[in-house]
C-alpha cells in the first residue's frame, strides 16, 4: 500500500508536468481541441480537479466538487468546445494549485 508521501510525490509530479506543458497557455489555447478523439487541456484539468475535490472530501469529510461548476468536466460529458461555458484556464490553475495545498495540508 502506498504511503501518503508516495502519493503527494505523485500529486506534485502531476503538478510538474502539467505546468511544464502548459506554461504560458491562454485561456484560448486551453481550449484547442487535439487532432484525434478526446478533449481539450481545459476539460482536461477541469476533470482532473473534479477529482481532486472528490479525494479531499473523502479526506476532510466535506469538500464536495460544486455539480454547477464542474459538471461540464464529468466523464462522458460532451467535448468542451464553447469557452464561455467553460472555467477560464488561468482560475483553473489556480483552482488546482490550491487542490495540492490542501491535500498536502
Partial sequence: MPTPNQYIFHIEFVDRV???HTDGF???DSMKQLPFPGN???WQVGHLLMFREQYLGA???HTKP???DLAIYGAGSN???DSTKAIP????LK????STARIKS
Avoid: W, Y
Fill in 89 to 92: 484556464f488561468d482560475r483553473l
Fill in 26 to 28: 491562454s485561456h484560448e
Fill in 79 to 81: 467535448p468542451l468546445t
Fill in 40 to 42: 481539450c487541456v481545459n
Fill in 95 to 98: 483552482r488546482f494549485d490550491k
Fill in 66 to 68: 460544486n455539480p454547477a
Fill in 59 to 61: 479526506i476532510d469529510g
Fill in 18 to 20: 502539467l505546468k511544464m
